[in-house]
């Protein structure tokens, strides 16, 4: 029998706080496997920072332990820490050529001359910049710049490599592109990565599991896909993609399936919840779960009379790949479609003051206790 090995980067029950009931970070757990991209995902304040503050060494605990492959890193000052960061600003050299801004820290712990041009050379050929070697980083575009921050991060070889807003400075179109290029040079070297950041798309690309954290404390950890379908809360839910939120009561609730009245509708879940009748519960939905049409649907042979409501499109937003509309029902309340464009022109179009049926299937809920 195999025993399991401990994590790799383990945070234990840490706590940051700065006085005056500002607790940045509040009991913090988290395992990391060697070799794991990981994020810390959150908004501004969250605390997501600070904890990667500490794991640099640049704060200090005010309890709880980080213990990063069985060493306890208290008291470690930032330079004698296993780590290296690369920063949203990069932090390039502006005086110094590529070349010499990956070779700066090799440099500076004293690595023989040989061993530094070998090291360098080997980290322009992994972020496919060696014909940029001489260069000086203005005459660079920003996601060279940002390959050679990784590369200057890599050279040193850091048993754990932290990320603070990786690709906050390019702009959207740079940033995707860069976002798998990122990945793939951080895999190829096999070091084990934390990343904050508070953008969602690139948290889900790159990361192989994510903390969602609020108010210094982490509400959910797990691989995007599990995060984005099954929310824990509601928090992590509306803060995670585009939902629709509906509070109800449950009515029934069997080990195959429930039941939750809501206003305007009535939802049919495929799964029990393990809850009491007549409690409060919340339906979550996304808005491309959601199927849109002039017509009430007519196959009910999976749940006839629920998941379904009527209403009229009272805005729409086209997105040339899809188009969301915004569906207002008798009560008022609005529910969000998105529906893929996948015809140039479609017959009966949709449209503003259009009558219109939403439905779904009872495998594109998840009902929601907190």
């Known amino acids: ?92 050299f502006p005086h110094l050529s590529v ?35 001489r260069r000086k980083p203005h005459q660079l575009s920003g996601g060279q710049q940002q390959r050679v921050a990784l590369a200057r991060s890599l050279a040193k070889r850091p048993q ?29 070297v096999g070091v084990t990565c934390v990343m904050v950041t508070h953008d969602q798309e690139e948290a889900m690309t790159m990361a192989s599991r994510i903390a969602i954290m609020s108010e210094g404390k982490v509400l959910q950890v797990g691989p995007p ?20 939120l ?6 029934q609730d069997e080990a195959d399936h429930c039941v939750v009245d809501c206003q305007d509708l009535k939802h049919y879940v495929g799964h029990g919840i393990t809850g009491t ?14 199927h849109l049409a002039r017509h009430a649907p007519a196959n009910e042979d999976e749940a006839p009379g629920y998941n379904r409501a009527k209403g009229v499109v009272k805005n729409l937003s086209y997105f040339g790949s899809f188009t969301v509309y915004h569906l207002e029902l008798p009560s008022g309340r609005v529910l969000k479609i998105s529906q893929n464009n996948t015809q140039r022109h479609r017959e009966h179009e949709l449209t503003w003051g259009s009558e219109a049926w939403a439905h779904w299937s009872r495998q594109s809920q998840v009902v929601l206790t907190q």
Request: hydrophobic share 45%; glycine share 8%; net charge negative.
């Open 160 to 188: 754990l490599l932290l990320l603070d807003e990786p690709l906050g400075a390019l702009d959207k179109k740079l940033r995707e592109e860069t976002q798998i290029e990122l990945v793939n040079i951080i895999e190829e």
């Open 99 to 133: 070349w010499d801004n990956i070779a700066f820290g090799l440099r500076r712990d004293g690595m023989p001359a040989a061993q530094v041009a070998e090291r360098v050379e080997a980290m322009l050929r992994l972020v496919q910049l060696d014909k940029y070697a």
């Open 246 to 251: 509906m509070d109800g009561t449950l009515v």
């Open 225 to 244: 896909a599990d995060i984005y379908e099954t929310p824990a809360t509601r928090f992590v839910a509306d803060f995670i993609g585009n939902v629709n």
């Open 1 to 92: 029998m195999s025993v399991a090995q401990p994590a790799y980067l383990q945070i234990q029950d840490v706590v940051k706080d700065f006085g005056g009931g500002a607790v940045a970070v509040n009991h913090v757990s988290i395992d990391i496997a060697k070799g794991e991209i990981f994020a810390l995902l959150g908004s501004s304040g969250c605390g997501k920072t600070t904890l990667l503050r500490m794991l640099a060494g640049f704060e200090t605990p005010t309890s709880g332990r980080i213990v990063l492959d069985g060493r306890d890193l208290a008291g470690l000052p930032p330079y004698d820490r296993p780590i290296n960061m690369m920063f949203q600003s990069y932090a390039l």
């Open 277 to 290: 009748r007549g409690m409060s519960v919340t339906v979550a939905v996304r808005p491309e779960k959601i």
